[in-house]
C-alpha cells in the first residue's frame, strides 16, 4: 500500500503505472516487429529477384541465340559454332556460358536472364545431353518464356528425361555422319534469319517454322 504523505505523485497516478508500463512495452513491441517485417520485406525481395539484381548490366542487351549442351559436348559445340562464324553468323549474337558467364558470377541466374531475353534456344542433344538435368531445364524455362527452340542433333539419340514430350513435332537439324554439312548449313540459314530479324517470334514458340 503506498500511502499519499510517502509518494511524490498523487495516489491516481500511481495507480495508473502498471497500465502506463504496459503500454510503453507494448508499442515497443510492436515498433521492433513492425521493423523485423521491414527488413525480411527488403531481404527477401533481394532473395526472390537474383536475376535482375545480380546480372543487371552485365549481360549483353542483343544476344538473340541462347546455346544449351552437356558439358561433355563443349568441344563439338565449340566446332559448329566455329563453322557458324564461318557462314556470317555474328558470334556476339550468341549465349554460350562458357565465355558470358565470368568467375565468382551467379551461374543460374545468368542463365535464367540469358534465355528470357533470347529469342531462340539451340539444344545440342546427344547421349550426354539427353541425361543433362540442366539440358532440360533449360529447355522447359525456354518453353515457358514461348521461346523458339531448335533442336540440333549432335548424335542419333531417343529423347528421354521428358525432352521426346517437351519437343514432339518439333523439327530438328542432324549434325552427325552425311547430314552434317548440309546440317551446319541450315543451322546458320535459321540463326541468320533470327539474329537478322527484329520481329518477336511467334506465340507458338516451337521451332516448325525453321524447316529449310
Known amino acids: 500500500m503506498v500511502e499519499d504523505t ?6 491516481s497516478v500511481v495507480d495508473q ?34 536475376a535482375t539484381e545480380l546480372v543487371e548490366g552485365l549481360l549483353p542487351p542483343a544476344m538473340p541465340v541462347f546455346v544449351s549442351y552437356a558439358r561433355t559436348d563443349a568441344n563439338r559445340v ?26 565468382g558470377e551467379h551461374f543460374p541466374a545468368r542463365l535464367e536472364v540469358a534465355i528470357a531475353s533470347c529469342k531462340v534456344l539451340v539444344v545440342f542433344l546427344s547421349h550426354a545431353a539427353v541425361d543433362s538435368r540442366w539440358v532440360a531445364k533449360e529447355v522447359r524455362y525456354a518453353l515457358a518464356k514461348h521461346k523458339l527452340v531448335l533442336p540440333v542433333f549432335l548424335d542419333a539419340v531417343e529423347l528421354t528425361g521428358g525432352l521426346g514430350l517437351e519437343l514432339a513435332g518439333v523439327h530438328g537439324i542432324l ?25 518477336e517470334p511467334e506465340t507458338s514458340h516451337r521451332a516448325d517454322m525453321m524447316n529449310p
Do not use: H, M, N, W
Open 175 to 199: 549434325l552427325f555422319g552425311a547430314s552434317e554439312p548440309a546440317g551446319v548449313d541450315q543451322l546458320a540459314r535459321s540463326l541468320y534469319t533470327v539474329t537478322a530479324s527484329r520481329r
Open 6 to 11: 510517502g509518494t511524490l505523485l498523487p495516489r
Open 78 to 103: 565449340q566446332g559448329v559454332l566455329a563453322q557458324l562464324r564461318e557462314r556470317g553468323v555474328d558470334p556476339k549474337s550468341i549465349f554460350l556460358d562458357a565465355e558470358a558467364i565470368g568467375p
Open 17 to 50: 503505472l502498471p497500465l502506463l508500463f504496459f503500454l510503453v512495452a507494448a508499442g515497443l513491441g510492436t515498433v521492433v516487429f513492425l521493423g523485423f517485417r521491414a527488413f525480411r520485406g527488403r531481404a527477401d525481395r533481394r532473395t526472390s529477384e537474383p
